[in-house]
């Protein structure tokens, strides 16, 4: 399957590990005013139908991961009626948590710099972060008299509890890098030139899984934060059946008899 060729990014296959790099360091990655948002729609939609790819990396290119909106056209959107406001919503950025709730590998951020108000929600979507030392994070909407219309509530208290997304959502203000991975928002901490070989290292180990597998689980556990247990285990039974009848569960079967590395095609 070709490439997508987005406007605002550049994408790359490896191994089956797809980067997508955001490039529009002119307004600090803005995911508006930009192509930015189809770009990461796109991708997601052909990383979910391409069996070649097991793993997503999102990051930026310049000085930030993502600026999040663009305050500098802020004031003219906001002139705008508030039901054409609200629309604009749905069809623009609500776009991305949606595709990013329903994407079928896992997803890594990659955080080269400060990710700030959509842009630290975009991290919050995604399944992993690592970040360098340069990242930094803040659900700053309150500071411009908005809140977060991008979903970023929903994520932010799942991934550090209410108390945590409390604090943020109502101060704005800034975690730097250490105090992040204290927080549990990031994973690991890097320095700045270590952080896409990390972050390529941790999705190979992911991409040289069982790829129907990393599916499977990653589905399971976006299932498990809605569903009650009974039903969560009904949908594990299904998902397990599956996968005992792949070609890639016999080989790891074999590979694992034979004390070496499964070879696995995605059958």
Request: with cysteine; charged share 20%.
């Amino acid at each position: 399957m070709n490439l997508p060729q987005p406007t605002d990014s550049v994408l790359e296959l490896r191994d089956r590990v797809a980067l997508l790099t955001f490039r529009r360091d002119d307004v600090r990655n803005a995911l508006s005013s930009t192509e930015l948002t189809s770009d990461i729609i796109a991708t997601l939609a052909w990383a979910n139908a391409s069996p070649d790819v097991s793993v997503l990396i999102l990051t930026g290119a310049g000085s930030a991961f993502s600026a999040g909106g663009n305050i500098k056209t802020m004031g003219e959107r906001s002139k705008a009626p508030a039901f054409e406001l609200q629309q604009n919503y749905k069809r623009g950025i609500q776009r991305i948590p949606l595709a990013l709730q329903e994407a079928e590998i896992p997803v890594l951020a990659a955080v080269n710099g400060p990710a700030i108000g959509a842009g630290f929600d975009l991290a919050n979507m995604c399944d992993i972060r690592i970040g360098s030392t340069n990242a930094a994070f803040g659900e700053t909407f309150v500071n411009l008299g908005i809140i977060a219309g991008d979903g970023g509530a929903w994520f932010l208290q799942r991934l550090l509890g209410y108390q945590r997304a409390a604090e943020l959502t109502f101060t704005g203000r800034i975690v730097k890098a250490e105090e992040a991975r204290q927080l549990g928002i990031l994973l690991e901490v890097t320095e700045p030139d270590a952080l896409l070989p990390r972050a390529r290292d941790l999705a190979q180990k992911i991409a040289a899984k069982p790829p129907l597998a990393v599916r499977y689980a990653k589905r399971l556990l976006k299932l498990a934060q809605q569903q009650p247990l009974p039903e969560h285990l009904e949908v594990c039974s299904s998902y397990q059946a599956l996968c005992h009848k792949t070609q890639d569960h016999a080989e790891a079967l074999v590979a694992f008899f034979e004390k070496r590395q499964g070879k696995f095609g995605g059958s």
